[in-house]
C-alpha cells in the first residue's frame, strides 16, 4: 500500500511541475494567463471557415432576399438582473435592471455589422448591471445587409435623445465592444458635431475604427488573429458602408472629428487585426485633446474583455469602476 501511495505522490508531483512549467512557459511566450491561451485555442476552432470573399459576398446578397430577423433574448442563459424588450420606432431595444439607480449605460454589440448579440455580451451586460446598480440599454440596430449605416446613426441618436429626455437627472455612458464600438464613437462624434449633449464617457472594447480595413500595419496580425478573418471583414465593411466610401467618418470613425470628446477608455489586446488601428485612434484622440486611456492586454485577443479569463475580470474592475462613479 505503501509503495502505491509513493507511485501516487510521485505521479501528483509529476503532473504539478509539468503544469507550472505550462503556466511559465505560457507567460513567457505570451505574457498572458494559461487559461487565456487555451480560450485562444477554443476561439480558433469556433470561428474557423472555408468562406471567400467571393463566397461571403454571395452569402450576404442572399440573405438580403431574405426577412431581417427579429433580435430575441438568448434561450437558455439565465439572468440576475430584469430584462424587458420593446420596440422604439421599429428598433428593438432591451433594458437591464430598468429599476437601477445608477449610471445609463447605452451599450452596442458587435459582431461585424452582420450578427446580432453574442452570449460574452450577455453575460457582460447582465455582471455590469448587477454589479454597478446601473441600467443597461442595448438596442439591437438593424444590420447589413438590410440596412447600412445610415438608418442606425438615425435610430440610435433617436434613442440617446429620449433616454436623455426621459432621464434627465441620470449620466450617460456610452459603451460598445468591435463594430459596436466603432458604432459607439462615430454616434459620439455626430453628437460633437451637432452641438448636442454629450456621454460622460465612452468605454470601448476593440472598437472597429476602419472599416476599409487599408492600414498596411494590419498584415502582421492576421495569422495571430482567431476571431476576425481580414478578407471576409472587408466585405462586411464595404456592405454596412453601403453607398458611401468605406473611409467616412460615420462608417470608419476613425477618420472623423474627434474634438470635444469626452474621456474614452479603449481596450485591446495585441493578438487582434484591429490593434493597429486603435492605436491610432488613441494617437488621434490624444492630439485632439481628449482624455484618452488605452488598456492593451499583452497576447489578449479581440473582445478580450468579454471573454471568460482572468485577465477579463481586471477589466472589469475598472469598467465597474467607471461606472460606479456616475
Known amino acids: 500500500m505503501k509503495k502505491i501511495f509513493r507511485i501516487v505522490a510521485a505521479a501528483l508531483s509529476v503532473l504539478l511541475a509539468l503544469a507550472l512549467c505550462a ?41 438580403r432576399s431574405e426577412p431581417e430577423p427579429t433580435a430575441t433574448l438568448p434561450e437558455g442563459l439565465r439572468f440576475s438582473v430584469p430584462v424587458g424588450e420593446t420596440d422604439r420606432d421599429g428598433l428593438r431595444v432591451f433594458t437591464l435592471n430598468a429599476a437601477g439607480n445608477g449610471a445609463l449605460v447605452l451599450y452596442l454589440h458587435g459582431g461585424a455589422y ?13 455582471r455590469l448591471a448587477r454589479e454597478t446598480g446601473c441600467t443597461v440599454i442595448a438596442p439591437a440596430y438593424h444590420l447589413a445587409p438590410w440596412a447600412d449605416y445610415t438608418r442606425s446613426y438615425d435610430d440610435l441618436t433617436a434613442l440617446y435623445r429620449t433616454l436623455l429626455e426621459e432621464s434627465p437627472d441620470r449620466r450617460m455612458i456610452l459603451m460598445g ?42 498584415a502582421g496580425y492576421i495569422a495571430v488573429e482567431p476571431i476576425l478573418h481580414f478578407d471576409l471583414v472587408k466585405v462586411h465593411g464595404q456592405c454596412w458602408a453601403g453607398d458611401a ?32 488601428d486603435i492605436l491610432l485612434t488613441r494617437d488621434k484622440l ?41
Not at 453574442?118 to 457582460?124: E, I, L
Open 23 to 63: 503556466v511559465g512557459l505560457n507567460l513567457v511566450v505570451y505574457g498572458r494567463s494559461l487559461k487565456a491561451t487555451l480560450y485562444e485555442y477554443r476561439l480558433r476552432r469556433q470561428f474557423a471557415t472555408d468562406r471567400t470573399a467571393e463566397s461571403e459576398i454571395q452569402r450576404l446578397a442572399t440573405r
Open 114 to 126: 452582420i450578427n446580432g448579440f453574442n452570449a460574452h455580451q450577455w453575460r457582460f451586460m447582465d
Open 177 to 218: 465592444d468591435s463594430a459596436g464600438g466603432g458604432l459607439a464613437l462615430g454616434l459620439a462624434e455626430a453628437l460633437a458635431g451637432a452641438g448636442e449633449a454629450l456621454p460622460e464617457r465612452l468605454v470601448l472594447f476593440s472598437p472597429w475604427v476602419d472599416v476599409s480595413m487599408d492600414n498596411p500595419d494590419i
Open 245 to 276: 466610401d468605406t473611409r467616412h467618418w460615420q462608417v470608419s470613425p476613425l477618420f472623423g472629428d474627434m474634438t470635444g470628446l469626452p474621456p474614452v477608455t479603449l481596450f485591446c489586446g495585441t493578438r487582434e487585426l484591429l490593434y493597429p
Open 286 to 326: 490624444s492630439a485632439a485633446g481628449v482624455d484618452v486611456t488605452l488598456r492593451v492586454g499583452q497576447g489578449l485577443n479581440h473582445d478580450w474583455p468579454l471573454m471568460p479569463i482572468p485577465e477579463a475580470d481586471s477589466a472589469f474592475d475598472e469598467i465597474a469602476g467607471l461606472v460606479d462613479k456616475f
